[in-house]
């Protein structure tokens, strides 16, 4: 069932983290802009930590949790889908260690997030800003491992666009949130804070487009009536060019394939048996009865051209035979 599947998780993290930023503005709007405790003197725009620092810390708190919680469970998602084949599966060690190192970092993240929202910049300043630094550092350490290994990808499968267009979006990420994150710890340094603030959402709502972007990393993994999982196309597409490394024929580990060119001719199974009577005994003539007379001479518990027909039925009485 496709509306059962994991690109749900990259949705609700998105449209909790933008919720959550969204409710949170709003509310400092409605209330006419107020000059909170933890703002500087001559600060009038309220960083996203500030307006989370008093009335609406649950709402901050709730929100932060389960952003990061959802987005490192699309993480794992889509490490689980190319393990188990339902996306085009990794093809080396290399990039099966890059997409670990990759959640390592998400969780870093997550817990700098978490943390963050929990000791607040009005009564934790120097704790609340290394989780910041935790926070920012580990989401961008993550995509750079996602990034590399979808580039290692994009270039193995490259009849798939979406792994291209996928790391082309994360690239952008990494190379705009570092840029941003510079400015805004320029500013916020020089206390120019009104304009680190502004800075601080634009960081946070460009954060909403990176984790949308798993949506396109999760969805070929659905499987639907018109739809196929990724990795299960791949698998048939490698199938079919082992069968023609082999003249057309699958391998023998593969399952049967036909003894001669006439596709309707029977199959044959590969066994390491060393007398198959089914299949390497005598095929007989139209003289001898055929091709089936040594089938039903097989199935029968001695062959018929064994001379002691008597001890084929050990008892009996009259015609009945044991």
């Known amino acids: ?102 959640i390592f970092f998400a969780i870093a993240g997550t817990l700098g997030l978490i943390l963050l929202s929990i000791f607040d910049t009005y009564h934790h300043d120097r704790v609340h800003d290394g989780c910041l630094l935790l926070f920012i550092a580990g989401y961008i350490i993550s995509a750079i491992f996602l990034c590399a290994e979808y580039q290692r990808l994009g270039i193995h499968y490259r009849q798939h666009r979406v792994l291209r267009i996928s790391f082309w979006i994360k690239l ?22 009104n304009v680190a603030a502004v800075f601080e959402w634009i960081i946070a709502l460009i954060f909403t487009f990176y984790v949308l972007s798993f949506l396109l990393d999760l969805w070929p993994s659905v499987r639907s009536k018109r739809h196929v999982p990724q990795g299960w196309r791949e698998r048939e597409a490698q199938l079919e060019k082992e069968a023609g490394r082999h003249g057309g024929l699958p391998p023998l580990d593969q399952g049967p394939a036909p003894i001669t060119s006439d596709q309707n001719a029977a199959t044959y199974q590969n066994d390491d048996t060393p007398y198959n009577p089914t299949t390497q005994g005598y095929r007989g003539t139209t003289m001898t009865g055929g091709q089936g007379s040594h089938i039903q001479s097989a199935l029968s518990k001695y062959p018929l051209e064994h001379k002691d027909r008597g001890r084929q039925k050990r008892w009996g009485i009259g015609r009945f035979r044991f």
């Open 1 to 102: 069932m496709w509306w059962l599947s994991a690109w749900w998780f990259p949705v609700v993290s998105a449209g909790m983290w933008l919720g959550m930023l969204l409710a949170m503005f709003c509310t400092w709007e409605a209330e006419g802009h107020p000059h909170l405790p933890s703002m500087d003197p001559n600060q009038h725009i309220a960083y996203i930590s500030d307006i989370g620092a008093f009335g609406l810390k649950p709402l901050f708190i709730t929100g932060c949790v389960i952003t990061t919680v959802f987005l490192d469970l699309a993480f794992m998602s889509e490490r689980w889908l190319r393990h188990y084949g339902r996306l085009a599966p990794n093809t080396s060690r290399v990039q099966s260690a890059l997409s670990s190192c990759a």
């Open 172 to 193: 952008a990420f990494i190379i705009l949130e570092v840029i941003l994150a510079i400015v805004y710890a320029s500013t916020a340094w020089n206390d120019r804070q």
